[in-house]
């Protein structure tokens, strides 16, 4: 079972802190890694998606990506309160239909 | 802005009965999924569908569900007898092409299940 980990949390950050939140997954062929934002009740929202090794920065989100560690990881630079919410990592695994696979998703806290 | 939109955006039922969630994709898009998430759950993959068949399905995705695209923009999600597991949000999303790009939701259905 292919899977995509995520620490639950939750995870507390300052106002105007660097909240850093890490996802690994065990399919070794995925090509395509994302980050969602939700809040409670509503649906996902994407934030940044992420395909070659190393950096990509997008406004306060960086995401980054090392897929021989089979790891990405997102950087919220100067966390606001708004941010508060949950974080989900998804992958599209090898050989799928473009289905996303997620993870349990890190809450976010961020105190003012 | 194109979005895709879902109703019912709560439906309350009885154990056995059928329920059907609708959906409108962004009108240019070709792939067309449905996902769930039981309260305090992860988003789980239910199916994928492209081209007026199911492309991919998961575990979830039992006989007791089925997908169709009748008209062209709707995109529909059945649930032959519903059982108390049922109960979740249910989340339609569409992709315009390729398989790796973004993929839209909509604002979801939640189904409860008495």
């Known amino acids: 079972q292919k899977e995509v980990e995520q620490n639950s949390g939750p995870l507390s950050v300052p106002e105007g802190a660097i909240a850093s939140l890490n996802c690994t997954y065990s399919?070794?062929?995925?090509?395509?890694f994302f980050w969602y934002r939700q809040y409670s009740g509503k649906s996902p929202e994407l934030i940044m998606f992420?395909?070659?090794?190393g950096d990509k920065e997008d406004g306060r989100f960086t995401a980054q990506l090392n897929k021989a560690s089979q790891y990405v990881s997102l950087l919220i630079r100067d966390s606001q309160p708004s941010d508060s919410a949950t974080y989900l990592c998804a992958v599209i695994p090898r050989g799928s239909w473009g289905k996303l696979q997620f993870g349990a998703g890190t809450q976010v806290v961020v105190t003012p | 802005e194109p979005e895709v939109t879902q109703t019912p955006s709560h439906q309350v039922t009885q154990m056995g009965q059928e329920v059907i969630l609708r959906c409108v994709p962004i009108s240019n898009h070709l792939y067309f999924y449905w996902y769930r998430q039981i309260l305090g759950q992860k988003v789980e993959f239910l199916v994928s569908f492209y081209n007026n068949e199911i492309s991919e399905k998961s575990e979830i995705f039992d006989d007791q569900f089925s997908v169709e695209r009748p008209d062209g923009s709707n995109f529909t999600l059945k649930i032959r007898s519903t059982k108390l597991e049922d109960s979740a949000m249910y989340f339609c999303?569409?992709?315009?092409?390729?398989?790796?790009?973004?993929?839209?939701f909509g604002e979801g259905s939640r189904l409860t299940v008495l």
């Open positions: 399919d070794r062929g995925s090509q395509s």
């Open positions: 992420i395909y070659s090794n």
């Open positions: 999303a569409s992709r315009d092409r390729g398989l790796a790009g973004e993929l839209f």
